[in-house]
Structure formats: C-alpha cells, structure tokens
C-alpha cells in the first residue's frame, strides 16, 4: 500500500471542486491507497507539507463541496521550475505518495509532467495525471474543458440581465469578459440573445483583432439601427498588430507571476472603450462592466453537465492512474442527435503549456460575432437558461 495527493492549481471555477470530489470518491475505493493528503494552496502547501486528511471528510460535506464554486483546498499561482519540482518529489518520497491528482490547466498540466518526469528519471515509482479544468476552455486535445460551461452560464445570463436593463435606459453597454488568448467565454454571450434585437449586438474576441476606428464603426452602425448597442468583449480584445487594447494602455501594466499583463483585476479596458465610444460617437449614456473574477465562482449557478463531467474526470483520473503511469483525462464529444462524451486518457505532454483558440466555424466572417455552430456547440455545455420578456416592443395604442 502507498499513499496519494490531490491539490487544486490556478484560477478557480465553478466546478472544480466536483472533480476534488471524484478523485476522493474514487481514491476511498481503492484498497492500494491507504492515505489522501489534500494539499491545500496546491504546490505551495506540497513543499510547505500543509496537508489535510480527505478520508476523514463526511459525504454530507463532500456533496456540499462538489456543489460549492472555487478551490476548497485553496490554489496556487506558482509556476514551479524544475527546482522547485524536486522539492515536490523529496516531500513525495518522504510521505511514501505514489499517485499525484493535479486539477488545473495547461501550467498545471506541466507542472505534472515535468514532476512525472523527473520521477521516471530517478527510479521512483509514481502515478501523475491531470485533472483538467479552465474557464477559458483553451486545452488542447479535449473537447471541452470542465468549468467552462459554467462560466459560460454565468456569462450568459448576465448578459441576458444587462440587455434587459440596457433596453429600459437606452444608450452603448460594453461587458469586457475574461480570457486572454481565447475567446470561447466570450462568446457565451451569444447564448443570451432570444429575440432578433437583442444584445449582445456586437461580440469582439482575440482571435479577430480590430482596430479602434472600426470598433466605433461598429458600435455607431448598431446605434443608429437599433437606438442601444450591447457588447461583449475578451478582456484579451487587440489591436491589428496583435498587442491586447490594454497593454497600449500602461507601459508599466501589473504583471502575474508568469509574465502576464494583469488584464481581469483591472476595469482600465472598460473605461478605456467607454470614454471612446462617449468621446467620438457622442453618446450621452455609456456604461462598461468588468465581469473580473465573479465569473470565475458565482454561487448557485453551476451547470447541471458540467458538474456531473468534472466529478466524472476526478473519478477517471484515480481509475487510469491503476493502470497508467502517468496521463490526462480528456473528453471526446459522440456523434448522434443526443448530447453525449465519452473519457480517453491523453499523455501529459499533449496539453503541457499549450493552449487552443476559436475555431473559425465558431467565429462570424465579419469578426464581430458568433456563429450558429457555436450555439450548438455550448449549449449542451451550459444547459437551460431562464427565459425573460420585455414590452417595450407590442404595438402601440
């Protein structure tokens, strides 16, 4: 018998901690783990030896931390070099842990690999795999990432809310969404729309850069036409020589820990677009949002498909880890008029620091939209939205 870890890496979500519980679930069946250690604040608290023991955790709580958004064992922005992995491997070896849960994105899929790696290299026997799970749905391989379709919902049915307040006190709303290098959170804003008229009217993405004049082109041609425009935006919206609108901003911009301009902690962007369009256009009301982290761990909201797929990938990484030395938990979407996926387990190196961006089919041809087959492709993701009405538009007496 040998022991095993799990910890939660990078930005929260709303079903993150599902796939925690599928891995507890999972490993408490296993008769070759004798200790779960939770390591709390991810890789931070491996090398500090902050632990928690999972198998002492009631299924009353469990069920209510797979139902509750954001990392209950904490999280880390840590990007560990291989240095900092061997500190990983020493406190490995001297805790007796020979499978390591990670949940997180493609840093996280690295941090696994490199660790995995490094302990193939010196003789000592582990099982490594990688919980994936992103709002940004940027993973390569996988169909779509858990966490996603709730954000997308979050995303969703705050537009849908901001279009109805928009239609009672007309004039430009710009929403400025997360996601640096891909637009598919942005794009949920299409899932808002029910009626022709509604918002968001104009939905602007990294993978299509625009420039100034053309988004006030744009703006102005929707205004004129419908007296109000709505806009969703990617808080990684660029300019033509591909550098994000906020960058151009402040040469000395907040950087992360991985060499990232700080793009959601700030409301610069929305401001930025708003002044533009108040400035240039002449509209009277503009208003800007930074959705920022709310998206990431709203309350309440999950998305029925997207908790159950993260419990799901949890449970498959303890089972392929009885088998495989190391790997990724993917998931494939099947044919067929119902929605439906089936697990498949990738290397670690297929989703190691690699991202993935809009398909064209997903992106419209003028740039500032989204396509049906994006519709199709989220909507089982996200699930059933709360239908709204407005009056404005019966004939009048």
Not at 61 to 68: G, Y
Not at 285 to 294: K, S
Not at 313 to 331: D, N, P, T
Not at 368 to 383: C, F, R
């Amino acid at each position: 018998m040998a022991n095993a870890i799990v910890s939660q890496s990078g930005g929260p979500t709303g079903v993150i901690n599902a796939s925690l519980v599928g891995v507890i679930e999972q490993v408490c069946k296993q008769k070759q783990i004798k200790k779960l250690y939770g390591a709390v604040h991810a890789v931070k608290g491996i090398v500090n030896e902050q632990f928690v023991d999972l198998r002492k955790v009631s299924k009353k709580i469990l069920e209510e931390v797979a139902a509750s958004p954001s990392s209950a064992l904490g999280s880390s922005r840590d990007k560990p070099d291989r240095a900092y992995c061997e500190k990983i491997l020493g406190v490995f070896k001297k805790y007796d842990i020979r499978y390591f849960y990670y949940i997180g994105g493609n840093d996280s899929a690295n941090t696994c690999y490199i660790i995995d790696t490094m302990a193939r290299e010196s003789g000592y026997e582990l099982q490594s795999f990688h919980v994936p799970k992103t709002i940004d749905n940027d993973l390569l391989v996988t169909d779509h990432c858990p966490g996603y379709g709730t954000a997308a919902k979050f995303v969703a049915c705050a537009v849908r809310g901001d279009d109805l307040d928009n239609r009672a006190l007309p004039g430009v709303k710009i929403d400025v969404v997360m996601g640096r290098h891909a637009g598919f959170l942005t794009a949920a804003a299409a899932l808002a729309k029910q009626r022709d008229d509604d918002g968001p009217h104009l939905i602007y993405i990294p993978e299509r850069p625009v420039t100034m004049e053309r988004f006030l082109g744009d703006v102005d041609g929707v205004y004129k036409k419908y007296g109000r425009c709505v806009i969703a935006v990617s808080e990684g919206m660029c300019d033509v020589d591909h550098k994000t609108w906020t960058e151009k901003l402040a040469e000395s911009a907040e950087h992360d820990s991985h060499g990232n301009v700080q793009l959601s902690g700030t409301g610069a962007l929305a401001d930025f677009l708003a002044g533009q369009v108040k400035g240039k256009l002449g509209i009277k009301r503009v208003r800007a949002d930074t959705f920022g982290y709310l998206q990431r761990s709203f309350a309440g909201l999950q998305s029925e498909v997207d908790a159950k797929e993260a419990r799901r990938c949890g449970r498959q990484a303890v089972l392929y880890s009885m088998k495989e030395q190391s790997g990724s938990v993917a998931i494939r979407r099947l044919k067929g008029a119902k929605y439906s996926i089936e697990l498949f387990r990738t290397e670690l190196a297929n989703v190691a620091e690699k991202t993935k961006s809009m398909p064209d089919t997903f992106i419209d041809k003028e740039g500032n939209g989204i396509t049906e087959a994006y519709i199709k492709y989220a909507m089982p993701l996200v699930g059933k939205l709360p239908r709204t009405q407005y009056l404005g538009n019966l004939p009048k007496v």
